[in-house]
């Protein structure tokens, strides 16, 4: 009898212990989630398009805040252009296999570091909401090109990149096509998924308190800027959506969410067996003629 209520003490003090702690943890974890990382991903991602053979240029953009972009500038000739954003934590050379193919099949492209990434200016991550202004400078500046037609703009994200080009064509309509791979629909589920994964599926406390911590930096409803409450709104324009069923980053459902809350035209390419961000290279013959098709379909009128 003794022991287990010298058991029960301890157990009561390390359940106390551990609430006490769940609070400066789930702060700690948002402001690392909203700050950025400066050039890390440049250390992991070290080619150019050089290495794809695709002739660029080095270009700056601004923001409509004043926040200075790093992008490049990659011409094509078939007249139209695509503005390709890369994810969390990343950088616009993760994107050369995204852009690889359409590069190729002659469009011109723009390939984006967003603020507080790569070699862009900024300290804070927003998870799109102040990205997708990002988005639409990248817009403004392909279409005022020479050789590129202001009316076959299209955009092509990856992770948070997806949704930021999805809020971005919502809200603007000079972006005339959208595909997004591995987008998030929600950044209640995209907080959540990988914290279930470290904690063997229990994100409770965790999520909602840095949801809370979040909201009140950033001073947003992120209902406002979930894609799946926004997407709807891409339509009649057309919908490429690619999702993989073992991604451990963002919820596997969420290119089901983000479909079905879209209206037409639409198409969900889902891979059940892939994870986060591996179209281009677990399916890189297939990928590049899909997409390629998609943007074809979407701006230049070839069926």
């Known amino acids: 009898m003794v022991m287990i209520k010298r058991f029960a003490r301890l157990l009561l003090k390390l359940v ?5 702690l769940v609070v400066p943890v789930s702060w700690l974890a948002t402001q690392f989630a909203l700050h950025h990382v400066p050039r890390i991903a440049n250390v992991w991602y070290r080619e150019s398009p050089t290495d794809y053979d695709i002739d660029y240029e080095d270009v700056w953009l601004q923001s409509a805040d004043g926040t200075k972009l790093s992008a490049w500038y990659m011409p094509g000739d078939n007249g139209a252009g695509i503005v390709v954003v890369h994810g969390y934590r990343s950088v616009k050379t993760h994107t050369l296999k995204m852009l690889d193919p359409l590069s190729k099949a002659g469009y011109t492209i723009l390939a984006i570091d967003l603020r507080a990434h790569g070699d862009s200016e900024g300290n804070q991550v927003t998870f799109g909401i102040r990205e997708q202004e990002d988005v639409d400078a990248a817009v403004t500046w392909l279409m005022a090109q020479e050789g590129v037609d202001p009316e076959r703009i299209g955009v092509f994200g990856e992770s948070m990149g997806g949704a930021t080009v999805i809020l971005a064509a919502a809200d603007n309509p000079d972006i005339k096509a959208v595909a997004a791979q591995s987008a998030f629909a929600s950044m209640r589920g995209t ?8 904690l063997l599926g229990i994100s409770y406390p965790f999520t909602d308190l840095m949801m809370y911590f979040g909201e009140r930096q950033l001073q947003v409803d992120t209902n ?3 894609p799946v409450n926004v997407i709807d709104q891409i339509s009649p324009r057309p919908l490429f959506l690619m999702h993989g069923g073992e991604d451990p980053t963002v919820d596997p459902t969420s290119g089901h969410q983000l479909y079905e809350a879209a209206a037409e035209p639409k ?8 994870r986060h961000i ?3 290279h677990e399916r890189p013959d297939e990928f590049g003629r899909r997409i390629t098709a998609f ?4 701006l230049l009128g070839e069926k």
């Not at 106390?16 to 006490?20: H, L, R, S, T, Y």
């Not at 943007?295 to 979407?298: E, G, N």
């Open 16 to 20: 106390i212990a551990a609430a006490i």
């Open 278 to 280: 591996n179209f281009p």
């Open 224 to 226: 406002d800027y979930a």
């Open 191 to 198: 907080i959540a998924t990988p914290i279930s994964r470290m």
């Open 295 to 298: 943007f074809d379909a979407a």
């Open 267 to 274: 198409e969900l390419w889902y891979e059940p067996e892939l």
